[in-house]
């Protein structure tokens, strides 16, 4: 595999650092722009400080991120404020990041002839409409701030592509989960919620019956998505869903996990959050078709979070 520069912007965080590991066993140069507000040094302490480049410093900020794409040939961009309820609180700070950083990202790469931009989109870009499983194809509608900005940015993205010679592609990643993903934020990814609770022994909370599902999709798939568009020729100026196709509630997860653990929580239930959403899942054909398929079940992937955060769990295989 090639020897090339790859930019991961927010390379610290959750999703990024299991690209960057995965750039570096690969042979490519890593360079990371991160601000670290939410991403974390310890994200990236067992990569070899040798293999990768960090800069310190904010999406947001055209000349940093200049600076940062400065001799590398690629972009994965993974920085954003992933917190949708902190998007309806503030659309102007969060939209200077999700919005802003991506134009900064993509007239950055313009002026660096960098051979492809490849973006982390969301399935906020669907919004609340029904109809399942969503197609790209279909219709976006998002009710968001974060959702709109994750529009507004693949949008650009692809007017870059068109028009402006910027090679783009956008991964529409539905609820992603595993390792590093952080717990502390009660808008933190409910998988990591749930475990991280587990970990101290108490019972999942649940907003409403339980009974909502999501497409969970395990980071290691993601990074595969991640570098097979990386290169495809029939990848550019295209959106893929990136979701397993597979439905799962929330009560189908405590039932994993208390069959893996062997243990009988029983989840407390609390009020439907407001605006959630009661089901998200994808179809994933069009991401197949470039030879990608998921390969971690969520039982796997529930299995392998506990064998590693919790301690003295006896996590049946
Ligand atoms: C996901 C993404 C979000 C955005 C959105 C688009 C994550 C972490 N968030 O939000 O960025 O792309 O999809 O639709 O992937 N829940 C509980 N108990 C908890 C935590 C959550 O019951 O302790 C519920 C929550 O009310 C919701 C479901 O679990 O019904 C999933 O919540 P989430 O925050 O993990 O993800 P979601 O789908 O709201």
Not at 47 to 76: H, N, P, R
Not at 194 to 205: N, S, Y
Not at 234 to 262: E, H, M, P, R, Y
């Amino acid at each position: 595999m090639g020897k090339s520069t790859v930019l991961v912007t927010g390379g610290c965080g959750f999703i990024g650092s299991h690209i960057v590991e995965t750039l570096v066993q690969k042979s490519y140069r890593v360079r990371i722009l991160d601000n670290l507000s939410t991403g974390k040094l310890e994200n990236i302490a067992s990569i070899s400080k040798q293999d990768i480049d960090l800069l310190i410093g904010d999406v947001a900020d055209l000349s940093t991120v200049e600076e940062a794409m400065q001799g590398c040939e690629y972009v994965f961009h993974e920085a954003a404020i992933a917190s949708v309820p902190k998007s309806v609180n503030d659309p102007i700070g969060t939209g200077k990041v999700n919005y802003g950083g991506t134009l900064n990202v993509l007239e950055a790469a313009r002026k660096h002839s960098i051979r492809r931009v490849v973006f982390a989109g969301s399935a906020a870009v669907y919004g609340s409409e029904p109809t399942l499983p969503k197609q790209e194809s279909m219709a976006a509608n998002p009710i968001t701030p974060y959702g709109v900005d994750k529009l507004g940015s693949e949008l650009m993205g692809h007017f870059y592509a068109r028009t402006l010679g910027v090679e783009f592609v956008c991964l529409r990643y539905f609820n992603v989960f595993g390792l590093r993903q952080d717990p502390s934020s009660p808008y933190s990814g409910a998988i990591s919620i749930f475990c991280d609770r587990i970990r101290q022994g108490l019972a999942p909370v649940i907003y409403g019956d339980g009974l909502q599902s999501r497409d969970f999709v395990h980071v290691s798939d993601v990074v595969k998505a991640n570098l097979i568009v990386l290169e495809h020729p029939q990848a550019t100026g295209k959106s893929f869903n990136v979701g397993c196709g597979v439905a799962t509630s929330l009560l189908d997860i405590t039932n994993i996990l208390n069959d893996l653990t062997g243990q009988n929580l029983q989840a407390i239930h609390q009020e439907p959050r407001p605006g959630d959403i009661r089901h998200s899942l994808a179809d994933n054909t069009t991401l197949r078709t470039l030879g990608w398929s998921p390969q971690i079940s969520i039982r796997q992937g529930l299995a392998e979070l506990l064998q590693t955060s919790v301690a003295n769990l006896k996590v049946k295989k």
